[in-house]
C-alpha cells in the first residue's frame, strides 16, 4: 500500500484533518494507495510558503540557466525512474503501459524543451525618439496555482510544472483527488534535485474545496486549469476576486472529417486512434466522424470490425490496447450516455455494454462503441462524454463537412482526411479549433501550442505561447540624457 502525502515548504505532509482517500485501480476495484486528504486549510499552507518563497527572490531571481539545470535534472531523473513511474500511472487510471510509458517520455521531454527555452533571447526594444530607449522584458506572474485532471495525471501537470518553474514562478499543484500517485513521484524528484524549499508545492484534495482556494486566494497571481467546461466556468469565477490571470484548457467535442477521397485504410485507422485511444478519455478526442455520404457505409463497415478487434484489458497486460475507464463514476456516466445514444434513436453498431467476463466484473471495462444515424441535436454529438463512444455524422460535400463540423459549443480540436491539398487546407482555415490535423489524428508537440477555441478554454499550453502564459511582460523607459522634462516652467 503506498502512503501519499503532501509536499509543503520541502516536508511531506499529512492533511492537517488527517484525512485520507482510498486510491483505487480501475481494473481491479482495488486499494492502491491511501491518499493524503487535504482540505482549504492544507491549500493555504501551501499557498502562504509558495507566496513566501516567490516574494523572496530565491528562485525567480535566479539565472535562466541556473532554474534550467534543476529542470534538466528532473528530466533525467524521470527517464531513470520511467519504467516504475509509468507502472504506477498504470495501476491508477488504468490505461496501457505503452501509453504510460509514452507519456514518461513526453514529460521529460517537456522538462528539457523548458529548461531550453528559458535560456534563449528573450524581450524586445524599439527604436524610439531620442534620447529614450524602450524595452520589454518578460517577468514571472507569481504564485501559480496548477490544477489538473485525470486522464494524464503526470503529463498535464508537467505542461503546467515545466514552464511555470521555467519562468521563475512558484507553484502549488493540484493533481486530481482520483489520481494522485504519480504527482508524488514527481516531488519526489523535485525535492532530490534540491529545488529550493516553497517553491514547488503540492496538495491533493477535492476540486471545490482544495482547487477552488487556489482559484480564489489573494495570494495566488495566476491560476492554470485543466478539466471540465463546467469547472472551468467556476475556477473563471472564483478568480475574480484579485483579477487573477487564468488559463483554462477545458473540454471537447472535436470532429474527424473524412472525405470520398482520402486514403481509406489511413482515414480508418486514425478515426480508432482519434476516439479509442486512452479509452477516449482525451479532451481532444475524435469524438465525432463525419464521413462523406458515398464512403459512409463502407467505412462505417471496416471500422466496426476493427473496432470489435480492440483488445480490452488490464493496463498491465502488454497485450492490452484499451484499458479500464478511470473510476466507478465515471465509467456510470458514460454507460448512462450510451442510454442516452440508444433512447435519442441513434442506431448502436458496435459495443455499448461494460465488460464483466474474464474476471474483468470488479473492473471499470467498456466496449469501444459506435453510433451512426445520429442527428446534430443528439446530446450524444452535442456533449462531451469523454469514454470510448463515438458518434458517427453524414456529410454530402464540403460546406455540409465545414457547418456540421462548427456546429458545437466546443472548439479544441479537429481533422480533415483528404488527398486534395487545398481542400484539406480551405476546411482547416475554416474549423473554429486550436488544435488541428491533416491526414492524421492526436499527434502534438511541446513545441507547439495547445488549446481551444469557444468553450474549450482560454489561452494555450506548451510551446513559447504555454511559456508566455506564466509570464507578465514590462515595459521599461529609459532616459538617456538624464535632465529635467521642463514640461512646467516653475
Ligand atoms: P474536472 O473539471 O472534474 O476536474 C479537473 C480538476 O479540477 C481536478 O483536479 C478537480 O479536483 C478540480 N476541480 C473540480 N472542481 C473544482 C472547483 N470547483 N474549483 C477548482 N478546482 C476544481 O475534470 P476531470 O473529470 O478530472 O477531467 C475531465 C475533463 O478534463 C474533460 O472535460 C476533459 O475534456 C478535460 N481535459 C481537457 C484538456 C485540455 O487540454 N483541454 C486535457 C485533459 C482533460
Known amino acids: 500500500m503506498i502512503n501519499l502525502k503532501m509536499y509543503m515548504n520541502g516536508e511531506w505532509v499529512e492533511a492537517k484533518s488527517g484525512k485520507t482517500r482510498d486510491i483505487i485501480n480501475p481494473a481491479n476495484g482495488e486499494v492502491i494507495a491511501k491518499a493524503a486528504e487535504g482540505d482549504v486549510e492544507d491549500a493555504r499552507h501551501a499557498i502562504q510558503v509558495a507566496r513566501e518563497a516567490f516574494d523572496s527572490g530565491e528562485w525567480s531571481e535566479l539565472p535562466a540557466a541556473a532554474r534550467a539545470s534543476y529542470l534538466f535534472a528532473i528530466a533525467d531523473k524521470l527517464d531513470e525512474r520511467a519504467e516504475e513511474i509509468a507502472h504506477l500511472e498504470t495501476l491508477d487510471n488504468g490505461k496501457p503501459l505503452r501509453e504510460t510509458a509514452f507519456d514518461l517520455a513526453d514529460a521529460a521531454a517537456c522538462f528539457r524543451y523548458y529548461a531550453g527555452l528559458v535560456t534563449k533571447p528573450d ?227 458496435c459495443g455499448g455494454n461494460r465488460i464483466t467476463a474474464n474476471g474483468y466484473d470488479k473492473g471499470f471495462f467498456v466496449e469501444p462503441t459506435i453510433f451512426a444515424d445520429t442527428t446534430p441535436k443528439m446530446r450524444i454529438v452535442q456533449e462531451e462524454i469523454f469514454g470510448p463512444v463515438l458518434a458517427v455524422q453524414k456529410f454530402t460535400d464540403e460546406a455540409d463537412a465545414i457547418r456540421l463540423a462548427n456546429d458545437s459549443v466546443y472548439g479544441l480540436a479537429g481533422g480533415v482526411f483528404t488527398q486534395d491539398g487545398a481542400k484539406a487546407l480551405r476546411v482547416i482555415k475554416k474549423l473554429r479549433a486550436g488544435i488541428t490535423w491533416i491526414n492524421c489524428y492526436h499527434p502534438t508537440y511541446n513545441e507547439a501550442p495547445w488549446g481551444g477555441y469557444k468553450q474549450s478554454g482560454i489561452g494555450r499550453g506548451l510551446g513559447t505561447f504555454g511559456f508566455d502564459e506564466f509570464t507578465e511582460v514590462k515595459q521599461i523607459n529609459i532616459n538617456l540624457q538624464v535632465q529635467p522634462s521642463g514640461w512646467f516652467e516653475n
Open 123 to 349: 524581450g524586445q526594444t524599439y527604436h524610439v525618439a531620442d534620447p529614450m530607449q524602450a524595452m520589454v522584458v518578460r517577468e514571472p506572474v507569481g504564485v501559480c496555482g496548477l490544477i489538473v485532471p485525470w486522464n494524464y495525471p503526470l503529463l498535464m501537470g508537467v505542461w503546467k510544472i515545466a514552464p511555470a518553474l521555467a519562468a521563475g514562478n512558484t507553484i502549488v499543484f493540484k493533481p486530481s483527488e482520483v489520481t494522485p500517485v504519480t504527482a508524488m513521484k514527481l516531488f519526489e524528484i523535485i525535492e532530490e534535485v534540491g529545488i529550493p524549499k516553497g517553491v514547488a508545492n503540492m496538495v491533493m484534495g477535492p476540486g471545490p474545496t482544495v482547487g477552488n482556494e487556489l482559484a480564489e486566494s489573494h495570494l495566488v497571481d495566476k491560476v492554470s486549469f485543466t478539466g471540465g467546461t463546467a469547472t472551468g466556468r467556476s475556477i473563471m469565477k472564483a478568480a475574480t476576486g484579485n483579477i487573477k490571470k487564468i488559463s483554462l484548457e477545458l473540454g471537447g467535442k472535436s470532429p474527424n472529417i473524412v472525405f470520398a477521397d482520402a486514403d481509406f485504410d489511413t482515414a480508418v485507422d486514425y478515426a480508432l486512434f482519434g476516439i479509442f485511444a486512452n479509452q477516449g478519455q482525451v479532451c481532444s478526442a475524435g469524438s465525432r466522424l463525419l464521413l462523406e455520404e458515398s464512403i459512409h457505409d463502407r467505412f462505417l463497415e471496416v471500422l466496426v470490425e476493427r473496432a470489435k478487434k480492440i483488445r480490452v484489458g488490464p493496463g498491465t497486460d502488454p497485450a492490452t490496447e484499451m484499458g479500464p475507464l478511470v473510476s466507478q463514476a465515471h465509467m456510470e456516466k458514460v454507460l448512462s450516455y450510451i442510454e442516452i445514444g440508444k433512447q435519442e434513436g441513434a442506431r448502436l453498431l
